[in-house]
């Protein structure tokens, strides 16, 4: 795939307009406060990636794009998407940087963790779980569009684990998300 980056003093504006002609549009993790990170972003974008994404698009939203996807932000789904932390028998308790045990498909996997959103189960095509049972990473349809979300950072290298003081045991996890992104480009 080719990638551009699209934002402030990127190579394409933070308009609809540059959705123009994308397969996948990608929204990755970034602060805490979901209701500033949406209204960080123009009204005409919000409403041209919930368009582009009803016509056909892709949408993948990692950690903050997950909550993004709620009614608070894109409006994939008329509720907000919550976060796992806070959820009985849970073992991380407060937003700092953790590893936990998720299983992406059949395989468990100790996966970076950060104020992940625990998924909407209503229309969810599964693809990884919490220990809880709760969804961790899942596919959506959204009008004729497709719509990923991951709650943790499968994308998380050793760097982000040497910078949290973390010890990752199984190693990287990316190839994990794998499936759920070729679903939804499908």
Do not use: N
């Not at 959705?19 to 209204?39: E, F, T």
């Not at 698009?57 to 907000?80: D, K, Q, T």
């Not at 992406?104 to 969810?124: H, I, K, M, S």
Request: with cysteine.
């Amino acid at each position: 795939m080719d990638v551009a980056f699209i934002g402030p003093h990127e190579e394409f504006p933070l308009e609809s307009s540059a959705l123009s002609g994308v397969a996948l549009y990608a929204q990755p993790g970034g602060g805490d406060d979901i209701r500033a990170a949406a209204q960080s972003f123009p009204a005409d974008f919000i409403r041209g990636v919930s368009d582009f994404v009803a016509t056909g698009g892709s949408y993948l939203g990692i950690c903050m794009g997950a909550y993004l996807a709620g009614s608070e932000g894109f409006g994939f789904f008329s509720e907000s998407v919550e976060g796992e932390v806070g959820v009985p028998d849970f073992p991380v308790k407060d937003s700092a940087d953790d590893v936990v045990a998720v299983t992406w498909g059949d395989t468990l996997r100790w996966t970076y963790f950060q104020e992940g959103a625990r998924l909407p189960v209503d229309g969810a095509e599964a693809y990884a779980h919490y220990e809880t049972g709760d969804l961790a990473a899942a596919c959506y349809r959204f009008g004729d569009g497709s719509v990923g979300l991951i709650g943790p950072h499968p994308e998380a290298d050793a760097t982000w684990f040497e910078d949290a003081d973390l010890s990752d045991r199984d190693g990287d996890d990316w190839r994990y998300a794998l499936p759920l992104v070729k679903r939804i480009l499908s």
